[in-house]
RNA sequence: GCGCCGGUGGUCUAGUGGUAGGACAUGAGCUUCCCAAGCUCAUAGCCCGGGUUCAAUUCCCGGCCGGCGCACCA
């Protein structure tokens, strides 16, 4: 969907990013590499801030755990998850208007033939010569041009020589998956938990673009929560009433398709969103997008079309920020119900299940057979093991076959498995005695479970990106134009910038010791005394930093008395005037939400310096469905 | 991967077949008692490779990178 665009917002976010030290595209000395950035110095530490807010609230507060699983994976893990047939597009170029088209898919249709995929390139390119297939695009023929595999996965090789083939992943996820029982074991196998990770991944883009918004090394943060589909329910209640605005599947199939304003609880109620556990995540997600900065204006929950579901998902709703104009996802919360638990299970054999107990132990009376085996063995020689089997099938499907004195059961034939008649069966007569035919009590204490799986799995990149664009702001100040980072101080880089009024009189040494006392405090602090007093308040806006103290005469002169600092808010360009042994304190309750900077207006009072003029945002643009 | 457009100091840009000028930013200093002021000085640039030419940042070809469109996006 497009909508009105601000190609010039995203221009302006670009320049600063590179200019401010944010990210910029990496190795651009040796001509650089489409889809790879560096985070500079406040890139990275917005960055580390993000992940460490999403720790916050999806781990620990949570109670899940985290883990961190190897980027490198070998072939097998992705030959389980699907990820090498899904990955591996058939692709072939049109030698005329040079478009790209899915080979296998242009066979299939032509040919009626079903996973055309699975024959192999050269096949598909013998079957497009042998139907003379044409682009659909210019109707050029296609015959004799390359089918070539594209795997979205980079490739690498473990150890020496022709070693192991194995991918970077392009997922997280199945570091988790694939730990599955050591993580169980560690969770006392009580369902249901959930692990996440915060790591990079891995995606070989044909087309990366737009900045961060599309690479091919990613940093995702992806929880992984295991429950039992029967037994377990999210704890709703703490996020019914969280507004959501959500755009359905149903409702982006129509001409007019309009967004569907609803609580957690009123969607779950009108069915607007089947799985609970994702409903409970898309809430507690929509008040995390908050506290971050995201401005929930530019922000919706968007529902997966059935042929966008990824091939392990069930069921999908994508969080999606308004970036530039465009829609961009910015976390996938995906119901993958046991795929991948089941994948692995089966490709391994090793065991991805947990052991559910009944709250009783439940006892059945289930007619069984116990077959004396002294009798069985001599008579029957090597079939022993299939009559048993016949006997156990028998008894579960037809106890009344074990009145008489002797029953009859059919087991496979020899030829059978030479593809002979096909109806090669034999049928024995074994004494009912040797059977031991009785119905039994049993008694059941529970059942083993595979887990499903609830997956957020959030794309850290576009994170940062969506939280600069959504807080790049400009507004007046005295005349001037300015431009500042409206950032959450919880994210903000710098949190505090110190710096003397001038230079001199010693001002520069007391602001030095306040930096290295505020550093000391546990404060990430900036120190500048470059330029004039605008200057550096201008500087730090444009990073973000959210307050600046200021050391000037009252605070030396008044040294005996203990002397004051003004501290000024970034937003507002407000300032205070507060002793300055107070200001650790007043720094750390400003950073943990304690009190905000009214607050310390209140208590303080406002310092008035020049005339103030309006602070005034960006007009913000207002996306709508269909527009 | 295809098509169109582009690539000049850190950033934004002017310009040229004889290797470049500005603005902002940055550094040093002067000035200045709180919001990009002023003055002086300084640092710093033609994306890469090939071709044409006496000479290429400029023209041609290829590559790389970026923007947009197509395709792709598990």
């Known amino acids: 969907m497009r909508i ?63 883990i961190e699983s190897p980027t490198v994976t070998p072939e097998a893990v992705f030959e389980a998850s699907g990820h090498l047939d899904t990955f591996d597009d058939m692709i072939i170029e049109c030698p005329d208007c040079g478009a790209s088209h899915r080979a296998d898919h242009l066979v299939e249709d032509a040919t009626g033939i079903e996973d055309a995929e699975s024959v192999g390139t050269e096949r598909v390119a013998e079957l497009i010569a042998d139907h003379d297939l044409a682009c659909p695009e210019c109707g050029a023929g296609l015959a004799g041009e390359a089918v070539s ?21 392009p997922e997280t996820a199945q570091g988790m998956f694939v730990e599955f ?9 009580q369902l249901p938990f959930g692990v996440a990770q915060i790591g990079r991944g891995y995606r070989n883009e044909i087309s990366p673009r737009r900045s961060l918004i599309r690479v091919r090394e990613l940093t995702m943060a992806e929880l ?18 969280v507004e959501l605005r959500l755009y359905p599947a149903a409702e982006q199939g129509s001409e007019d398709g309009e967004y569907v304003q609803a609580t957690v609880g009123e969607a779950i109620e009108r069915g607007i969103v089947e799985s609970e556990w994702i409903a409970y995540y898309l809430g507690l997600a929509r008040r995390w997008y908050e506290r971050i900065g995201v401005n929930t204006d530019r922000f919706r929950y968007r529902q997966h079309l059935p042929g966008e579901l990824s091939h392990y998902a069930a069921d999908c709703w994508d969080a999606e920020a308004e970036l530039g104009g465009n829609w961009v996802e910015v976390t996938g919360f995906a119901y993958r119900s046991d795929y991948d638990l089941a994948h692995h299970a089966a490709a391994s054999g090793a065991d991805f299940s947990v052991f559910e107990p009944y709250d009783e132990p439940q006892t059945v009376e289930r007619p069984s057979v116990d077959p004396d085996m002294s009798a069985l063995g001599p008579e029957f020689g090597a079939r022993a093991g299939a009559v048993v089997e016949a006997l156990e099938d028998l008894a579960a499907r037809d106890p009344a076959a074990f009145e008489g004195e002797t029953v009859t059961v059919e087991i ?33 204490t529970g059942e083993r479970v595979t ?20 807080t790049l702001r400009t507004d007046e ?27 001199r009189d010693g001002l520069g040494e ?82 943990s939400g304690a009190i905000d900077f009214d607050g310390l207006v209140a208590e303080y009072g406002r310092v008035e310096t020049e005339p103030e003029s309006e602070s005034e945002s960006n007009p913000e643009s207002d996306p709508t469905p269909g527009a």
């Open 149 to 169: 595999a594209f795997n979205l996965m980079f490739e690498t090789a473990i150890g020496p020589g022709s070693s192991q083939p194995a991918y970077l992943r």
């Open 412 to 444: 496979e034939g020899e030829s059978a498995s030479e593809g002979g008649d096909g109806s090669a069966s034999e049928a024995h007569e074994v004494p009912t005695e040797a059977a031991n035919f009785a119905v039994r009590e049993v008694t059941k």
């Open 224 to 241: 992984e929560h295991f429950v039992d589909p029967e037994t377990d329910d999210p704890p709703i209640e703490r996020v019914a009433d």
């Open 477 to 503: 100040v005295d005349g001037e134009a300015r431009t500042y980072l409206a950032l959450e101080p919880e994210l903000a880089p710098t949190f505090v910038g110190v710096f003397p009024l001038m230079d």
């Open 4 to 66: 009105a665009g601000d190609a010039a917002t995203t221009e302006r976010l670009v320049e600063l990013a590179k200019r401010r030290g944010f990210y910029f595209p990496a190795n651009e000395v040796y001509g650089g590499v489409a889809g790879f950035y560096t985070y500079g110095p406040e890139g990275a530490g917005l960055k580390r801030n993000i992940e460490s807010a999403w720790r916050d609230r999806f781990v620990t507060r949570e109670g899940h755990m985290e």
């Open 181 to 189: 029982p050591q993580l169980s074991e560690y969770a006392r196998n």
């Open 451 to 470: 887990p499903h799986v609830v997956e957020p799995a959030f794309g850290v990149g576009r994170l940062v990106y969506t939280v600069l664009e959504h």
């Open 510 to 591: 007391r602001a030095r010791e306040l930096a290295a006392e505020l550093r000391e405090a546990g404060f990430s602090v900036t120190y500048d005394d470059s330029g004039n007093i605008g200057r550096r308040y201008r500087r730090q806006d444009e990073v973000g930093t959210p307050f600046c103290a200021t050391v000037d005469y009252e605070t030396v002169e008044g040294a005996a008395a203990g002397g004051t600092v003004t501290l000024r808010e970034r937003d507002s360009t407000v300032q205070v005037r507060l002793p300055i042994g107070e200001l650790t304190d007043r720094l750390a309750a400003l950073r």
